[in-house]
């Protein structure tokens, strides 16, 4: 069953039937006349505002690939250099980073590196190493971040107006 436009709605569309009805009737076209061509300009491309894209790890090594997916495509984005970005690892995904676990993939550790390399920061909550019971000295590859919350560096990042990927 329609419902049938109110009385505003029909006035405005009364008005346009009008005007179409007079625009027709004397024989206006839409065209306009071709207008001077603008100057020639340079190309100059506007600044970008600053941009973060955070990559937020929580799949530990129950799902590797998702894991050394995370990495890689951290790593691709980086290339791009349109974007900062961060994988951020907290919950079971610390394990990926724990250089003593034997049950890791051995991508794992080359593929943080060559994201690192790109220019990726790999931040670790320190709670969930705490939880799971993994030293900083055993952070395998060296040179990734340890945060105090990852819940707090991802509410900062959120506030910020960085874009969220979650894993």
Known sequence: MQRPFSSKTTSLLASFALGAAFVAACGVSGARPAAAAPPAA????????????VFAL?????????VNMTF?????AADEKKVDVIVLVYGRAVLALDGAVGA????TPA???????????????????QKLGVPADKLDPPGVQVVPTAIGALV????????????
Not at 58 to 66: A, H, M, N, R, V
């Open 111 to 129: 593929l943080v590196r060559d994201a690192m390399a790109a220019g990726v920061r790999v931040q670790v909550c320190a709670n969930a190493m």
């Open 104 to 107: 890791r993939s051995p991508m």
């Open 42 to 53: 340079t190309a100059v491309a506007a600044p970008q505002p600053h941009r973060t894209l």
């Open 58 to 66: 929580t799949t530990g090594l129950e799902d590797q690939q998702t």
């Open 156 to 167: 900062d990042y959120v506030a910020g107006g960085a874009a969220v990927i979650r894993y």
């Open 72 to 76: 890689l495509q951290a790593k691709l």
